[in-house]
């Protein structure tokens, strides 16, 4: 059996549609479908039983019998019930269809089901009215009936939904077995309760099928489980340190004013007269060719370019070379480039890399507080990387460090985050797992995000000023 | 010729002077640079040291320019275009030595004379005169004008990690010191330290020392265990190893990178955690050889600290600085034409602890240089501490400039004065170490042992151990590595 998605998009009401999908499931595969909310990841359970409009591409290589297990599935038998009910006319109360009836009449494979309900031990039940069930209970039905249908495929929408522990245990330990012969296809969101015989993992958003992966890729299972996390955490971007918190800025001031900027090398200039006034919660995109000194102007206002020294440059309220210190400076930025990745070779854990953000180091000189170990601790919660807080940082990927950089540049914060060109050398997923970040500190926070970004797809939310340096 | 001020004085201030040596708290640097804020601060010499040394300071917030002659500004040379690309203010000396509070000599060794009697007397009343190097005060007797006070500031590690590590937000070791016959207002001591701040040592630690101890003891530790022992070992390392059939790209490998590994574990856990990360047979067969080893170059290193105590070393190199370093040049040749140089390291992988195994004889004569040294300087009078520094802790910086690029790296990365004694010691403890290579075989350099029994002879392990642990540089070095610990944390 081979089931081949090509180039299909289903229309479904509600202006949904699944998008140009691309995907094959080949026997002896089981897969399981992850994605945020409103991912699609339902709708397509729902297209491969038939449901919504094909409006374009192809489905082929479905078998007849497909157990299915779903909330829909689930609800529109209720519906079912509910109406057999509206539609009595006698005036006798209506039981509704017994359970025992839902789940024997038409069924296949009677000695499965028999077994299925000693196992969940529903033998209870079976005189009740379906509609009258519980929802943990109507859902141990509906497996019941999907198992016992003799399936060739088991179409599983978030099987675990509302299982008690025990039942969780057994139906893991069946499907388990029954992997054998029947391939899966289930939805979840939750990795810890993906079943160890699953062989790949697709990644939904928008409609799309973003990621494919095989499990035993441990390195794209890790950043596909991060992605996941930060699409559906609930978690927010952890508060500040009160007792590490920076001085408080006046308003009415710009954070930045570069005034007539220029910077150039012997004779050749690379800034020339650049004005430029950054005001507070002001997010701004930087674009330009390269080599038209985007960077060049951010060190400026960070202070690592030394030619600060002659410009008329004004951050934070200091007037630059009269007596300031760098680190005065510092203290108001956070900073996230390549470069800073790069000159990040020092030993050192996971937790304290988010640490050496209230200090502005590279590498951890201070010792830290309970407090300060408590945000960072945070921080790797909602990056999804807890189990990994002690390890060093140097065994990371490079995506990962990416994102514990950028945990870093927040951690204190800071009135102006720069983000200069964060997707620089990721692969497509870290890429997204990167914007996910972003989108979520741009949410939650007053910072100042300046973005330098070629790429016009990775654009964030909020970003509402734009400027454009050209080269000479 | 100059008069080495040293050896004018009597020798219970010799030993006073040479036994300074004081690791200092965090909080006697708390007033931070105050003591400098506002002041002008004028470099001389945009070398690594003066350019990464003025670019510290500078973002800490201070006031600094850099004072160049006159025809390097004409003619637009490097270092005029060191201070220009990086924004600095750049005078000629007439222009800003008559206004500076603080003229910082980060000119090499040589120059010392030249520029301090040139900008001495343009100097205004009651400013400071700073060195990174007291060469030029105790070997050539400077004497500076009285009002004036100098001071030492001395980085324990090349320009570029200078600023490299107060980038990250951390600091390099730092060694500070006050001429006490000038020091006329009392203030040295102030202007040192906020200086020491300014260049962010005073996170990575400061040692209160004397000019006469850094001198003595840094000229012992580079010309030996430093440069010298890394230089005379990686030759005879290697001319062996290719003698016995070793591909000569392994061989090349295994020192330009090996003393580097191997001194890391130096770096963190002395020469006890070196030896630890050897077999227990691998482990009795270093000690044995580094016994050997100390009882032939003893008196080689006696003679160098001899030399240095006495003024003989500086004053034959004086009489080469005259002589256009023909010596210095001509030795700095010969090392580009050794069969080590010349063989690039092989493309070969080479495991973390295969360096370790292979390399046996270089453990052994890293420990045997740093023990002697150490020995050497403390029996010479020189403080536990100031030994420590100039013997173990700095052996693995200078083992990380041989594993970029080789002995021509070390050498030019180090000063003038570092490799014309590096020179001298390698001319001499060649051939002192003739007899003792012709027994060296592969299983202690290139091969290792072969191991089929592991087994060791228990009372032998022990009394190795203890011997290790018991040599007074890892008492000092432990407390040291205590106090680097609490600033930096390391693992």
């Known amino acids: 059996m081979t089931i081949i998605l090509d180039n299909l998009s289903v229309d479904f009401d509600e202006h949904f549609q699944l998008q140009h999908l691309n995907w094959e499931v080949q026997s002896g595969q089981h897969w399981v479908i992850s994605g945020g909310n409103g991912a699609g990841k339902s709708a397509l359970i729902a297209a491969l039983t038939g449901t919504g409009n094909i409006i374009s591409g192809q489905l082929q290589g479905l078998p007849e019998r497909i157990g299915v297990v779903s909330f829909a599935a689930q609800e529109a038998l209720i519906n079912q019930e509910r109406q057999k009910d509206d539609a009595d006319i006698l005036d006798v109360i209506s039981i509704g269809t017994p359970v025992r009836n839902i789940i024997f009449d038409d069924c296949l494979d009677p000695q499965t089901a028999q077994k299925m309900i000693t196992k969940f031990a529903l033998d209870y039940l079976l005189d009740r009215a379906f509609r009258k069930l519980s929802t943990g209970e109507s859902r141990k039905v509906m497996l019941v009936r999907a ?63 973003l990621h494919q992966i095989d499990k035993q890729d441990t390195e794209a299972y890790n950043n596909l489980y991060q992605l996941l996390h930060l699409k559906t955490t609930e978690l927010s971007v952890p508060a500040c340190d009160p007792l590490s918190s920076i001085p408080k800025l006046d308003p009415s001031q710009p954070l930045v004013r570069l005034t007539d900027l220029t910077i150039k090398y012997d004779e050749f200039v690379l800034i020339d007269k650049l004005n430029w006034t950054i005001e507070p919660n002001q997010h701004w995109q930087l674009s330009g060719p390269n080599g038209a000194g985007k960077t060049a102007v951010l060190s400026i206002i960070t202070g690592d370019h030394p030619q600060c020294y002659n410009n008329d440059i004004l951050v934070f309220g200091f007037q630059r070379g009269q007596g300031e210190s760098i680190w005065q400076i510092k203290q108001f930025i956070g900073y996230v480039s390549t470069a800073l990745q790069w000159e990040y070779r020092v030993q050192i854990s996971l937790r304290n890399v988010i640490i050496s953000g209230f200090y502005d180091s590279i590498g951890l000189y201070s010792k830290a507080s309970d407090r300060q170990k408590s945000i960072a601790d945070q921080w790797l919660a909602l990056l999804g990387m807890s189990d990994r807080a002690d390890q060093p940082f140097q065994k990371l990927s490079y995506g990962d460090q990416r994102l514990l950089l950028i945990a870093r540049a927040m951690v204190k914060h800071p009135p102006l985050l720069i983000l200069d060109e964060p997707c620089l050398g990721l692969d497509d997923i870290n890429r997204q797992l990167v914007l996910a970040l972003i989108e979520k500190i741009c949410a939650g926070s007053e910072t100042a995000v300046i973005y330098v970004n070629h790429h016009t797809q990775d654009k964030i939310a909020g970003i509402e000023n734009y400027l454009a340096l050209a080269k000479d | 010729m100059s008069n080495n001020y040293f050896n004018t004085l009597p020798l219970r201030e010799q030993l006073a002077q040479l036994a300074k040596c004081r690791f200092m708290n965090m909080d006697e640097f708390a007033d931070g640079v105050n003591a400098l804020k506002g002041k002008k601060m004028v470099v001389i010499g945009c070398g690594a040291q003066g350019l990464n040394q003025g670019l510290n300071l500078r973002d800490s917030g201070l006031d600094v320019s850099y004072a160049l002659r006159a025809e390097a500004i004409a003619e637009k040379r490097q270092s005029w275009k060191n201070a220009t690309e990086n924004g600095f203010a750049v005078g000629t000396y007439e222009d800003l030595i008559p206004t500076a509070d603080v003229v910082l000599n980060l000119t090499p060794d040589k120059q010392h004379t030249a520029v301090v009697n040139a900008v001495m007397p343009m100097m205004k009343e009651g400013a400071c005169l700073s060195y990174s190097h007291g060469f030029n005060i105790v070997e050539e007797g400077m004497q500076v004008r009285d009002d004036l006070t100098v001071i030492m500031v001395a980085p324990k590690c090349p320009g570029s990690e200078v600023r490299a590590e107060y980038v990250r937000g951390f600091g390099v070791p730092t060694l500070i010191a006050v001429h006490e016959d000038n020091d006329p207002k009392g203030e040295g001591l102030a202007l040192a330290k906020a200086y020491a701040v300014g260049t962010g040592g005073h996170k990575a630690g400061v040692l209160m020392s004397s000019f006469i101890a850094e001198v003595k003891s840094d000229l012992m530790g580079e010309q030996t265990i430093l440069c010298g022992m890394l230089q005379t070992g990686s030759l005879l390392c290697f001319d062996k190893m290719v003698a016995e059939g070793v591909d000569a790209g392994y061989a090349s490998k295994l020192i330009q990178y090996g003393w580097e590994t191997i001194t890391e574990a130096l770096k963190y856990g002395g020469v006890t955690n070196m030896l630890d990360r050897l077999s227990n047979p691998a482990k009795i067969k270093a000690f044995d050889l580094s016994e050997e080893l100390k009882v032939i170059m003893r008196p080689l290193y006696n003679k160098h600290q001899d030399d240095i105590m006495n003024g ?34 092989g493309d070969m992988d080479i495991a973390e602890q295969e360096y370790f195994d292979n390399g046996i004889l270089m453990v052994a004569m890293v420990k045997a240089g740093v023990e002697l040294a150490f020995e050497t300087m403390t029996a010479a009078g020189i403080i536990d501490e100031s030994a420590y520094y100039e013997s173990l802790h700095e052996t693995p910086l200078i083992a990380n400039t041989i594993a970029r690029k080789k002995l021509y790296e070390m050498n030019a990365t180090i000063s003038d004065t570092a490799e014309y004694g590096c020179y001298l010691y390698n001319h001499a403890c060649l051939p002192l170490l003739g007899d003792f290579m012709k027994d060296i075989k592969t299983d202690v350099i290139g091969r290792g042992l072969d191991l089929d029994d592991t087994g060791v002879d228990n009372a032998r392990l022990i009394e190795v151990n203890a011997a290790l642990r018991a040599h007074p540089v890892e008492a000092i070095g432990t407390t040291l590595r205590g106090h680097m610990a609490d600033m930096k944390k390391i693992v």
Not at chain 1, 170 to 185: G, K, N, S, T
Not at chain 2, 317 to 328: Q, T, Y
């Open chain 1, 147 to 209: 198992l016992s249908c003799k399936p060739q495929l088991l179409l599983l929408d978030e099987p675990f939904e509302g299982l008690d522990i025990d039942t969780f245990a057994l139906l893991q330990d069946y499907l388990q077995e029954l992997a054998l012969q029947v391939p899966m296809i289930m939805v979840l969101n939750r990795f810890d309760e993906i079943p160890a015989f699953i062989t790949h993992i697709a990644y939904m958003e928008q409609g799309q099928l």
């Open chain 2, 312 to 345: 003989t070393f500086s004053r034959v190199m004086m009489e080469d600085w005259a002589n256009d370093d023909k010596n210095l040049l001509g030795w700095r040749a010969e090392t580009a034409e050794t069969a080590f140089e010349k063989t690039p390291a």
